[in-house]
């Protein structure tokens, strides 16, 4: 009986091992307001951990648009602590989007952002700041 029981748990234990590791191969989200279209694709890297995300950014105006960083990233998460300290964060504060151009960024994207369910971006056009949101979602397999 007790044999049984240890086998019973070694079981669970190896299944929760082999599914804690394994997301979704991608993750997509798409967010649009009257300046800026971005589209995310995040493929799962060979550590089977961590994703790399491809940003598209596609500026809508005629007007110039500056990409928000939060200590040196594009995107922006809630959990950032010092989201207002620009002493703890060095690297550059914004990428420039010309008017009606687009721009793909690559950036790594951290278990905070998967665990989140979704990325934040900010930019400013003519000095008022906006915020997207997107949500990210495993890609359907196409069959």
Same mark, same amino acid.
């Given at each position: 009986?007790?044999?049984?029981?240890?086998?019973?748990?070694?079981?669970?234990?190896?299944?929760?091992?082999?599914?804690?590791?394994?997301?979704?191969?991608?993750?997509?989200? %798409? =967010? &649009?307001?009257?300046? #800026?279209?971005? !589209?995310?694709?995040? $493929?799962?890297?060979?550590?089977?951990?961590?994703?790399?995300?491809?940003?598209?950014?596609?500026?809508?105006?005629?007007?110039?648009?500056?990409?928000?960083?939060?200590?040196?990233?594009?995107?922006?998460?809630?959990?950032?602590?010092?989201?207002?300290?620009?002493?703890?964060?060095? %690297? =550059? &504060?914004?990428?420039? #989007?010309?008017? !009606?151009?687009?721009? $793909?960024?690559?950036?790594?994207?951290?278990?905070?952002?998967?665990?989140?369910?979704?990325?934040?971006?900010?930019?400013?056009?003519?000095?008022?700041?906006?915020?997207?949101?997107?949500?990210?979602?495993?890609?359907?397999?196409?069959?």
């Amino acid at each position: 009986m007790m044999i049984m029981k240890v086998k019973h748990i070694l079981l669970i234990l190896f299944f929760s091992l082999l599914l804690a590791g394994c997301g979704p191969n991608q993750l997509v989200g %798409a =967010v &649009e307001d009257e300046a #800026l279209q971005v !589209n995310v694709l995040a $493929t799962l890297q060979p550590d089977k951990i961590t994703y790399k995300a491809e940003i598209a950014a596609a500026n809508k105006t005629d007007r110039p648009i500056r990409l928000l960083n939060n200590c040196g990233s594009i995107l922006w998460r809630d959990s950032f602590k010092n989201q207002s300290d620009t002493r703890a964060c060095p %690297a =550059v &504060e914004s990428m420039g #989007l010309e008017e !009606n151009g687009q721009e $793909t960024i690559i950036v790594p994207l951290s278990n905070e952002f998967i665990d989140q369910g979704y990325i934040k971006m900010k930019y400013e056009v003519e000095e008022k700041t906006s915020e997207l949101v997107i949500k990210l979602e495993p890609k359907e397999e196409e069959t």
